[in-house]
C-alpha cells in the first residue's frame, strides 16, 4: 500500500522512514551508456548527503545475468537496498534476484543510465539520492509470469510489462543488426513488413490470431507510447490488457501513431489472464526477450504489493 508521508527525514522513529545498514549499487563497467560514471557519482552524493553513514557498496557486473545473482545476495543483507544504475532490462535483473532471494527486507531503486528507462520515468517521484536520504518507501506490485508444459519453466517477474507478438518479434530483429536509430528504423520497417501473426487459445477454448499482446503495470513503453489511461498503477493489484488481434498493417501503424499521440485509452483491468500459445512465440519482459515453445500455457498474474520500492 503506497503511503505519503511529510515528516521530517531526520525523524528515524518513524516507521515509515528507511535508514539502510548498506546501499548496495549493481552497475555494468562496459555499459555503452554512462552507468559507471552515474554509479560513481550516486556514491558521492550518498557519502556527503545522508543523515547518516550507510555502507557503500559498488558491485559491477562481469557477465550477462550477473545482476541476477548480485541482486540476490545483497537482499540478503538486513536492511539493504539494492540500487541498479541502469535501463529497464537491468533493473529487471535486479528485480528477479531480490524475489529469487525470498523473505528479505530489501528495498530496491533504479537510477537510469541507457536508452529504455520507461520504468523510471514512469514511476519516479523524486531524484534518487533526494529520496534515499528522505528514506520514504512505497510498495509496487510486479508482474508474474509462469509456463507450463515448459520443462525446467520457472515463475519471473517483470516490473513493467510483458509483451507477446510483434513487440518482442521488432526487439529480436534490433538486436540481430548494430545499434544506430536509422538502422534501427530500417530493421523495425523490414521486420513489420515480414511479420505474421501468431496464434492463441483462451481459457474459453477460442482460438484467435493476434498481432500483439501486452501486459502493462505502467502506463507508458517505449518512450512514447501511452499504453493505458488507468490510474494508480503499479500498486493497485492489477494490470491492464492491451490485445490487439490481426488486422491489416495500415491499421496497426495507425493504432501505433494513436498510442505516440492521444493514447489509447482505457484498457481492461484484471489481476490474472492465462492462454496457450499455439505456435512457438517470443516475448519481452522489460525489454528483455525469451520465448515459449508451442502449446505452452502463459499465465500472468499480479504480485500486489511485491517490491519494495524507493524514487
Known sequence: MNTTHTTDPTDTTDPAIRRFDAICVIFNPHSTGNAPELAAQLR??????????????????AYAGHAVDLAREAAGTPNALVVSVSGDGGYHEVVNGVMAAGTTDAVCAV??????????????????????AEGQVRDMDLLRLTTENHPGAQAVHAHSYIGFGLTPVVAIDIDKGNKGAWKEAVSVVRTF??????????????????DSLVFANIAQMAKYATLSEAEDRPADGKFEVILSPHTAKWKVLLKAARAAT???G??????????TALKP???QLDG??????????????SAPSALTVIG
Not at 482505457?266 to 492462454?275: I, K, L
Open 281 to 283: 512465440m517470443p516475448y
Open 111 to 132: 537510477l537510469p543510465a541507457g536508452n529504455a528507462n520507461d520504468h523510471h520515468r514512469t514511476t519516479a517521484r523524486q531524484p534518487l539520492a533526494q529520496a534515499i
Open 262 to 264: 492521444t493514447g489509447l
Open 193 to 210: 513488413a515480414r511479420f505474421r501473426p501468431f496464434r492463441i487459445e483462451h481459457t474459453d477454448g477460442t482460438r484467435a490470431e493476434i
Open 266 to 275: 482505457d484498457q481492461p483491468s484484471v489481476a490474472r489472464y492465462e492462454f
Open 44 to 61: 558521492e552524493q550518498l557519502a556527503q548527503g545522508l543523515p547518516y553513514s550507510p555502507e557503500i557498496r559498488m558491485l559491477p557486473t
Open 288 to 301: 528483455e526477450v525469451r520465448s515459449v515453445p508451442s502449446h505452452t500455457t502463459v499465465r500472468i498474474e
